[in-house]
Structure formats: structure tokens, C-alpha cells
């Protein structure tokens, strides 16, 4: 039972690590100017996107990024919970792309919830092949139209 477990784990890491054809030609997510809002995260996260970073940090023994936020407006961060959406983030120092891994049985690895709840801490988890995003690491949050930069990776 085990070793079944083992590969499994490995199973999510190698699914979590491919890329498509489309995605490697635009690592940095579609090529449209001028329709991306960029924010610090030294200003309030919350007035972005409805919500505010809770951390950021490497899990799996570096091979996955977990990305905790609170929701602060329910309305603004509705669209994070639609299963078309798929956040992404990028490693400021190189460029590589991190997506959130899908299995087919058990779906992508974030909470989905149509009608985020007020307060309510949710995760997201980001495939981190070759282990390049580590402790220290800026990288940047894309959630569709938005963009929020310079996260530090604990």
C-alpha cells in the first residue's frame, strides 16, 4: 500500500508539471496589452481582487507552492471559484510559469466555491517543477485580469 501511495503522490507532481503546447508559448499567460492590473503587494491585495493574501509558501518538500487567501469582498472574488478559472503564478526571477495541478478523478488542487464566504481562508496549490520557486523567492499571483506582484515566498 505504500509504494500505491507513493506513486500517487508522484502522479500529482508529474500531472501538476506539464505544460501545454499553448501555455509554453505564453508562459506569461495570454498576450493581451494593456488589459492586466497590476498591483504591489504593498498595497491592499483586498482592493484587487476581493481578497488578501494570507502566505505564500513551499510545501511537499519544495515540490509544490501553497497559497492560502482570505476573501474580504465576496462579490470581487467570486470569479476564483469558477472552474474555467486558472490562476497561475510566475517566478519574478525567471519567468517559469506554475500552474494548479488536475487530475482527472479528483479535479484541479484549489477550493472552488461559487459563493465565497466572507472571512473565509481558501488554498490553492502550484506545481513547482524543478523545485526553482524557493523560500525567498518573489513571484507574482495572475488571476485572470489581475496581477499581483512581488509576493515573497516563505
Known amino acids: 500500500m505504500k509504494h500505491v501511495l507513493g506513486w500517487g503522490l508522484m502522479g500529482w507532481l508529474l500531472v501538476g508539471s506539464v505544460v501545454s503546447a499553448d501555455e509554453a508559448a505564453h508562459p506569461h499567460g495570454p498576450a493581451v496589452a494593456g488589459h492586466e492590473k497590476t498591483a504591489s503587494v504593498t498595497s491592499a491585495s483586498s482592493e484587487v ?10 510545501s511537499a518538500q519544495g515540490r509544490m507552492i501553497d497559497l492560502r487567501y482570505r476573501v474580504t469582498d465576496a462579490k470581487k472574488s467570486a470569479f476564483m471559484g469558477e472552474k474555467e478559472f486558472k490562476p497561475y503564478l510566475i517566478d ?17 488542487l484549489r477550493q472552488l466555491s461559487k459563493d465565497p464566504d466572507k472571512g473565509k481562508i481558501y488554498f490553492s496549490m502550484f506545481s513547482n517543477p524543478g ?6 523567492s518573489k513571484v507574482a499571483l495572475v488571476l485572470g485580469e ?9
Open 49 to 58: 481582487a476581493g481578497i488578501h493574501i494570507e502566505h505564500i509558501r513551499v
Open 92 to 108: 519574478q526571477a525567471t519567468g517559469l510559469k506554475l500552474v494548479v495541478p488536475n487530475s482527472p478523478k479528483v479535479g484541479p
Open 131 to 136: 523545485m526553482v520557486v524557493k523560500s525567498g
Open 146 to 154: 489581475y496581477k499581483i506582484e512581488n509576493l515573497v515566498v516563505e
